[in-house]
Nanobody, 120 residues
Framework: QVQLVESGGGSVQAGGSLRLSCVAS?????MAWFRQAPAKEREGVAS????????FYSDSVKGRFTISKDRAKNTLYLQMNSLKPEDTAMYYC????????????????WGQGTQVTVSS
């Protein structure tokens, strides 16, 4: 079993920064950040493997967000810079996809989510 606990959300003004954290317990191979805004589908934001392998970003956050991991702490991070109002959403951590990286249905393990609100 894998448990994921996110933290670090909050409210910021456009142009600001936030860093999200996700502490994992149990074995994880690939982890990802997703987000879901009201009345919208859950979308993949970024993903990285526990070991070597490709890192993925959605086009909407590329160049502004950075995913990283502290392997000693088994903690995944999402550094979010130059935030925009359209980044407002509930952000979720997910682990161990059965396929792809940005397919929500492929993930069995999810955190509870942390809210990010960006005001203009």
């Amino acid at each position: 079993q894998v448990q994921l606990v996110e933290s670090g959300g909050g409210s910021v003004q456009a142009g600001g920064s936030l860093r999200l954290s996700c502490v994992a317990s149990g074995y994880v191979n690939r982890m990802a950040w997703f987000r879901q805004a009201p009345a919208k589908e859950r979308e993949g934001v970024a993903s990285m493997p526990s070991g070597t392998g490709p890192i993925f970003y959605s086009d909407s956050v590329k160049g502004r967000f950075t995913i990283s991991k502290d392997r000693a702490k088994n903690t995944l991070y999402l550094q979010m810079n130059s935030l925009k109002p359209e980044d407002t959403a509930m952000y979720y951590c997910a682990a161990n996809p059965s396929r792809g990286w940005n397919i929500p249905e492929a993930y069995n393990y999810w955190g509870q989510g942390t809210q990010v609100t960006v005001s203009s």
